[in-house]
Nanobody, 121 residues
């Protein structure tokens, strides 16, 4: 199971850090992804990271502003969000899967409950 936290209200240009705690790690949670969904929009993949190597991927929309990291000892993945913009307002989800290709297609074996991020201008 995944538990996401850290959402809230931020001003444009500000920062927030999201956390996603996994109850356990296994082959089925090889890769952890962060997604978001804004009202009226499709869910968007933002970034992903593998537990084993820490290899990362970023969507162009967040590259240079968001950083994904993991703490293997705590079974927790983070999404550091800097220079936030009003268009970053969305519900943010973490997800886990055994396949990077599936995460890239928005498919995951487990999803967190979502945490709301609101960025005011």
């Amino acid at each position: 199971q995944l538990q996401a936290s850290g959402g809230g209200l931020a001003q444009a240009g500000g920062s927030l850090r999201l956390s996603c705690a996994a109850s356990s790690r296994s082959v089925s949670t090889y890769v952890m992804g962060w997604f978001r969904q804004a009202p009226g929009k499709e869910r968007e993949l933002l970034a992903h990271i593998t537990w084993s190597t820490g290899g990362t991927f970023y969507a162009d929309s967040v590259k240079g502003r968001f950083t994904v990291s993991r703490d293997n000892a705590k079974n927790t993945v983070y999404l550091q969000m800097n220079n936030l913009k009003p268009e970053d307002t969305a519900v943010y989800y973490c997800a886990a899967d055994y396949s990077i290709a599936r995460i890239q297609r928005g498919i995951a074996s487990d999803w967190g409950q979502g945490t709301l991020v609101t960025v005011s201008s």
